[in-house]
Every structure is written in C-alpha cells, then in structure tokens.
C-alpha cells in the first residue's frame, strides 16, 4: 500500500490551476530557496513546528512529555519553553506535540495512504464546480514518485482533473513518466545563471533547465506554463529575463506566470528554529511586475501575473 507524507491539504483554492481546486501539499524538497514560503515542506519526514503566541508556560507538559528532554524550561514558568532543534529534527515520536493542549505545538508532516487522500479529494469534488481538481505541490512532489504516480492513476480513473507544481528538480524518467499522467504543469525557473541559481536554492539549474526541456519535447496534450517567481535583487533583471525568454522561444515554450515575491511565510521559519534570509525583502512593485511581464509579451509569449489561473 502506498503512502506518502503530506504537510498541508487546501480546499476551495482558485489559484494554481483552473477553476476550483484542492492543493496537496507533498513534504520533502532538494532545493533551499531562500525566500520559500513553506519551509516546512523541506524535510521528508515530519517536523515540529512552535507557536509561541499560543503558548501558555505553566506546567510545561512538552517538557515532562519529551523522551530526549530537548525541550529546555523556565524554572520561573513565565518564559516560553526552548527547543533543542537538532534532537527535534531527529524524533521519531514529536510526543511534546500531543502533550500540548493550547495547540502552541503542531507537527508538519503526517503520513496519508491512496484510499485515505482519495477520500478527501472525492469529498472536495462535488464543490469544484466544472474545470476544477486537483493541485500537487509542496515541497516537491516528485520526491515521492511511487505514491504520486498512485493517486494520479486514481484520479484518471474517476476523471479528476490534475495539475502539478514542480521545481522539476528530479529523475527525467520520473518527469515525463508523471507527465503522461496530469493535465496541466508548472514549472519553475528561478534563475537563468547557473551560479546565481544554486547561490539562491543550493543546486545548479542545469538539471532543471534539461527537463524542461524534455517535457516540452514530450507528446503530451497537457498544458505546460513556466512560473517564475519575481524576486527583488535576484532574478528580475532584463538580462537574466531575457534570457528566459530566450529559452521558453527555443523549446516552443509559450506561456509563463509571473510570481512576485511576498513574505508570507515569513513566521512559519520562526515556528521551525530557521532564521528567513528575506525578512528585509520589499514585494516587487507594480512597476516592476508590468516591466518583467513587458519583456515576455514583447517577444510574443502569453504572460500571466499573480496565482490566479493563466488565460
């Protein structure tokens, strides 16, 4: 039986594909982009994540509960508790989370067979309406390509419209074998430059760029749309996007969405002991998103900004 870890489930989304939709949530990433909006979907196995605003330090119930005694307190009980995230990063048993009972503790992760998914999603299915489905994102979801491949051939059985968002920073044979199986993709370009790219996320975009362009080149009668995520400093210069241009006009790319950068995801690096290198980061203005998108439909490509469903 297939199971894979899922760290959020959304219902009743318009964005990130047409119409109506649930977007899943696949836990576990190989890239480390800095200004990430859900760092909690980095690890593959569940995390911990604290809420202090929620916590109400009195008889500390995570600390007694704790097996590794990670969890470090005030002997005058009105400071919040420390956490050891080096030993918490490792728990099998998070039991500090079930001990609490102001919900200031949560666990980011939790493990859903096929069946168990499907059941959410057949209940979501009456209210997508006509174009809506499902959306797998995360974290990456082709880290787990068993149970994703699973679930896909589910929904084709019940025609449950899919779609996908993915780095594509993964096995090619995995890609294209996931392509057959969804209707509509987005995939990322961060950047252009090999260096600036793996100086942002942690990896080269050589790989990335590589299956991009294997899936353009896939018979698939999906619809693929480039995203990329405009951010201040890093990749919204005219040469990196013309470049990116460049390269959608060279693989018969023709449509792209244009993400701007937003901090709100910002508290979720405080809830995992992360410090957020992006705090300082202002949005691109309108200005700059108008300029950018100028750029793509100069050059005659279909341009989208926002998450809202492209064209």
Not at 52 to 67: F, T
Not at 115 to 126: F, H, N, S, T, Y
Not at 173 to 190: R, S
Not at 200 to 226: H, M, P, Q
């Amino acid at each position: 039986m297939e199971q894979g870890l899922i760290f959020d489930i959304q219902g009743y989304s318009v964005h990130d594909g047409p119409g109506c939709r649930t977007l899943v949530f696949l836990s576990g990433c190989p890239l480390r982009c800095s200004w990430c909006s859900n760092p909690e979907g980095y690890s593959s196995r569940p995390r911990m994540m604290f809420r202090e605003s929620k916590c109400v330090p009195k008889n500390y119930r995570c600390a007694a509960a704790c097996p590794n005694e990670a969890v470090k307190v005030d002997p005058g009980k009105k400071l919040p508790p420390e956490f050891d995230r080096t030993v918490c990063a490792r728990c099998e048993t998070l039991d500090c989370v079930r001990a609490c009972l102001k919900e200031a503790l949560k666990i980011a992760g939790r493990t859903f067979t096929v069946e168990a998914l499907m059941k959410i999603l057949q209940r979501d299915q009456g209210y997508w309406g006509e174009g809506g489905g499902v959306t797998f994102t995360g974290g990456e979801p082709l880290l787990q390509p068993e149970f994703l491949l699973a679930v896909l051939k589910t929904c084709r059985s019940l025609y449950i419209h899919t779609a996908m968002e993915t780095s594509a920073y993964a096995k090619t044979e995995i890609l294209l074998e996931v392509q057959k199986l969804i209707d509509w993709m987005f995939i990322d370009i961060k950047h252009m430059d090999a260096a600036a790219h793996e100086r942002e996320t942690g990896v080269s975009n050589e790989f990335i760029l590589k299956n991009i362009e294997a899936a353009a080149a896939a018979s698939w009668n999906g619809r693929l749309v480039i995203r990329v995520p405009v951010i201040p400093g890093f990749n919204d210069g005219e040469e990196n996007l013309e470049a990116t241009v460049g390269f959608m006009k060279k693989n018969r790319l023709e449509e792209v969405n244009l993400l701007p950068f937003h901090r709100l995801g910002s508290s979720k690096y405080g809830q995992l002991g992360l410090e957020y290198a992006y705090a300082g980061r202002e949005a691109p203005s309108g200005e700059v998103m108008a300029k950018a998108a100028g750029i793509f439909e100069a050059a005659g490509l279909r341009c989208s900004l926002g998450s809202m469903t492209p064209f």
